[in-house]
């Protein structure tokens, strides 16, 4: 009877152990606040990218976005991002850069620094050509430590078969976002954080201009499960070519 009675009363011991060391967690983790990329309802965003020749294979690329939810009235993130894209291979495409990030309104984050290396595999087969990009994040919020972050988007473009100089493209894209190690952002426990389906069609105007208008389905991990937003996307794409001398 003795044995019994401080085996329970050791049993009783751990529990009361693992509950104590479970609270700090689970206040630890509640306090940690929600990814500031989350849309919210329907959301309206708005793409800008400049890219400009230096040489045969390398490019400057200068981009600004804008995202807006709540049907489109609130404008909850916009970022700037410029780099240099290097094509190492006709099927290869690699560019290092820099993006700063500002979140009007949240009362967590005011901004964030990103260091990006993305890389673009794709090849060419009659009107389709399958894509995949790759890219690698280190995310600098202001107010809490840095994380690292992966992006895989395979994709496919098809150009329609209309009877035209400039026929349109429908473009489809699955982006997965992971994050295999620390993450700053409460999520739903797993390292698979984000997913972004988005399908659309691109159309160039002429060499130099194109525009792509794109619907997006949305899902975060959030603790209480996957949250799925639609969002509506205008994106603007100018070239100026390298002048050969």
């Known amino acids: 009877m003795k044995w019994t009675s401080c085996r329970r009363t050791a049993f009783g011991i751990a529990l009361l152990c693992c509950w104590i060391l ?25 793409d800008q990218g400049l890219s400009a020749g230096l040489t045969a294979d390398k490019s400057l690329e200068v981009e600004a976005h804008q995202r807006l939810d ?5 404008l909850y993130e916009y970022f700037f991002q410029g ?6 291979r006709p099927w290869l495409v690699v560019t290092p850069s820099y993006r700063y990030q500002r979140y009007p309104g949240n009362p967590s984050i005011a901004y964030e620094n990103r260091l990006l290396l993305g890389a673009l595999l794709s090849t060419s087969r009659g009107p389709w050509r399958p894509n995949l990009r790759v890219q690698l994040e280190g995310r600098l919020p202001d107010d809490r430590p840095g994380s690292f972050r992966l992006r895989l988007r395979p994709g496919i473009d098809y150009t329609l078969p209309f009877n035209m100089a400039r ?5 489809v894209s699955n982006e997965f976002f992971l994050v295999p190690g620390y993450n700053p952002f409460a999520n739903g426990g ?18 130099s201009f194109a525009v792509r208008v794109y619907y997006l ?5 959030l603790p209480d499960g996957w949250d799925t937003n639609e969002i509506i996307g205008i994106s603007l794409t100018f070239k100026i070519p390298n002048k050969k001398k």
């Open 70 to 74: 709540e049907g489109g009235s609130n």
């Open 83 to 88: 780099g240099v894209a290097f094509r190492l």
């Open 217 to 221: 389905l949305q899902s975060v991990n």
């Open 167 to 171: 026929p349109p493209v429908l473009v």
């Open 22 to 46: 479970a609270v700090p967690a689970r206040a630890q983790q509640q306090s940690l606040p929600e990814d500031p990329e989350d849309d919210k309802q329907f959301g309206l965003w708005l």
């Open 190 to 207: 797993t390292a698979y954080t984000q997913n972004r389906f988005q399908v659309g069609v691109r159309q160039a105007i002429n060499d």
